[in-house]
């Protein structure tokens, strides 16, 4: 199976929504009735697995998937032999240490000789080791932030998003070891068929992302105020500038970034802008 593309995603947990939407912004059309294992896109030679996360990265780096969509925890975590392609962007979130909140921390070294329960043994052990502390690592697999006010472990290393699992269990987080998000994998050995549809994959996915940073504005101005307004308005080339039925006046079209939306809203506005319309944007191919 040459020219398909087998993409791996969560079945059902934090990151199955966002790769779903993903998929779909991508134009890639399927059914995914609900309960299924295996679905194929109508519209694009792909097939989606539905799987546990964690078995996402093996089923890559053995080539039952060409692709998967995974934390960057559970990835570098699972330590197999895949590309990390793409960042997604999404399922934003960090891996703490935490300790018990009246425990007076000083810093990494105060973990000599403690003991820390985490599902993330690996990554935890490469941060120790970093810092030269030697502390008893205790591996289990769920429910890890009860684990210090039932005395079965000095700290905690797990993952952090608002912060408030930690805070209902009496813990402080005191060290960020790992910051993540959803990441795109691959396998290492796609052939000439399969590169080539993850390459179409990757440019649809930048343009999503890229869309979504930017927003379409429209706003009516006297001319004598162009010059002025297009210095916050670059757009991709130039502004588009067009006359208004009204004598003196026209409309400029433009991108701006979300980012410096708010800050450079107000000095167009005090340029003589009026009649701002802002717009989301679908795609955009740079
Ligand atoms: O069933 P399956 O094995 O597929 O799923 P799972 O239960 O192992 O994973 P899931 O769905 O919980 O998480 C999938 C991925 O989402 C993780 O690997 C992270 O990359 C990412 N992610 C983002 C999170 C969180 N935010 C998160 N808050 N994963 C877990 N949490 C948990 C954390 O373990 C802790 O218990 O939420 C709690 C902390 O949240 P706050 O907001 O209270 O700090
Ligand atoms: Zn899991």
Known sequence: MDNILRIAIQKSGRLSEDSLKLIKECGIR??????????????????????????????????????????????VESDR????VHKLGFSKCRLSIGVLREHDYAGVQDLEGKSIATSYPKLLGKYLAENNVTAQIHE????VEIAPSIGLADAVCDIVSSGSTLLSNGLKEVE????SEAVMIAS????????????????????????????YILLNCPMSAVDEIT?????????????????GWCSIHSVINENDFWENIEKIRQAGAEGILVIPIEKMIL
Do not use: C, W
């Not at 289990?140 to 429910?143: P, V």
């Open 30 to 75: 399927f059914d995914n009735g609900a309960g299924k294992l295996k679905t194929s896109a109508t519209n694009f030679p792909a097939e989606i697995l539905f799987l546990r996360d964690d078995d996402i990265p093996g089923y890559v780096e053995d080539g039952v998937a060409h692709l998967g969509i995974v934390g960057e925890n559970v990835s």
């Open 81 to 84: 032999d895949v590309n990390t």
């Open 140 to 143: 289990i697999s769920g429910s």
């Open 176 to 179: 960020t070891i790992f910051k």
């Open 188 to 215: 290492k050995h796609l052939t000439a068929g399969q590169q080539d549809l993850l390459d179409q994959l990757l440019f649809r996915i930048k343009s999503v992302q890229v869309a979504k940073n930017n927003k």
């Open 231 to 247: 210095k916050y308005l670059p757009g991709m080339k130039a502004p588009t500038v067009m006359p208004l039925a009204t004598e």
